[in-house]
């Protein structure tokens, strides 16, 4: 008997706080996902870190062995010139000497990888005035471009998902939330397609040094607005029609990102999704927005009783005097 009320209690707990019990449950989760991640990449990448080290080693002791007028401390300060430059989107390479990273092309990538939070980093303002109107820049624009893509969407997305849907499902009669999730998919089947597998394979051909993989790569990091900066193309210094070519790619990354956009917002209103994100929202108190409206309602009825009792006494106000008669001066009336 005890055992069977105290299950039934705990039971009545976990019902009452479900909400609370998901939501720690998804915390818990996503920090398991974070641990297992960095167990990955580490156990991954670690090695080739390795391998990679101990290469530059031997180049740098076979470089000192071979110039043995240049002493190792300057051989260091040379090579932490080189690298400061190189985060700054410099480099010291003759063959790359004739790009320039701040021409018109180059400057409207970046302000777009800047206001779509892309952000590669291969390019960085170098002046104190540019890292100042960066900040300004940025402030800005970021809600600028946020207001923008919400409303490209929202207006995309009715005439790419929610009437074809009720087109299927008024015209045709089948089930809203079957043609739903067949039409998601689709959606996101031809996303994928065009702004991806097609893409990648371009920018195999176009970029010497990427195969299909590091071109997807780039696809995923860019649209993902992940934006390492292991990867930008157009950076080669054979590269044909660079300027156009930087366009294009801006082009790309703004219509790819819309898209991505459409096809999340499609895959959120599918019925399935709405019930399973409402398992880690709070609930409303049920009888917190009932006294709420009682006493909203209450309040409005007084103030209507109150209105209408004001009226009535300014239309007596503003109505003539009536002298009243007495009775007995209508009883003498009718004795004469």
């Not at 080693?57 to 071979?66: A, D, I, M």
């Not at 021409?103 to 939070?117: G, I, K, M, P, R």
Request: glycine share 6%; proline share 2%; with cysteine.
């Amino acid at each position: 008997m005890l055992q069977s009320l105290a299950g039934s209690s705990c039971v009545r707990l976990v019902e009452q706080h479900r909400s609370a019990w998901c939501f720690a449950l998804l915390v818990l989760g996503y920090l398991l996902y974070l641990v297992f991640g960095a167990v990955v990449f580490s156990s991954v990448e670690l090695p080739y870190e390795d391998l990679l080290r101990q290469e530059l080693g031997k180049l740098k002791q076979r470089f000192l062995e071979e110039h043995a007028c240049l002493s190792e401390q300057q051989l260091e300060q040379f090579l932490m010139r080189v690298l400061e430059a190189s985060n700054y989107g410099v480099s010291v390479l003759s063959n790359a000497s004739g790009n320039w990273n701040w021409d018109f092309t180059s400057s409207l990538f970046f302000a777009s990888t800047v206001l779509s939070t892309t952000g590669y980093g291969h390019t960085v303002p170098l002046s104190d005035g540019g890292k100042a109107f960066c900040i300004i820049y940025s402030v800005i624009g970021i809600p600028f471009t946020l207001l923008f893509l919400t409303a490209v969407v929202q207006r995309i997305i009715v005439y790419v998902t929610r009437r074809p849907v009720l087109y299927f499902h008024i015209r045709w009669g089948f089930s809203k939330q079957i043609v739903a999730i067949i039409h998601a998919i689709l959606l996101g089947f031809i996303t994928v397609s065009c702004f991806f597998l097609i893409p990648a394979a371009i920018f195999s051909v176009l970029e010497d040094d990427w195969n299909f993989l590091e071109s997807f790569y780039f696809c995923f990091i860019s649209l993902s607005t992940i934006g390492l900066g292991d990867y930008v193309p157009g950076e080669g210094y054979n590269q044909k029609f660079r300027e156009l070519y930087k366009i294009g790619i801006t082009c790309y990354l703004l219509l790819g990102l819309i898209a991505m956009l459409v096809v999340l917002e499609t895959f959120c209103e599918l019925h399935e999704l709405k019930k399973f994100r409402k398992l880690f929202y709070v609930k409303k108190d049920k009888e917190e927005d009932q006294v709420h409206i009682m006493e909203h309602d209450q309040l409005s009825f007084s103030s209507i009783s109150d209105q209408a009792a004001s009226m009535k006494d300014d239309q007596k106000a503003n109505e003539p005097f009536v002298t009243s008669q007495s009775p007995t001066s209508n009883d003498s009336s009718l004795n004469n």
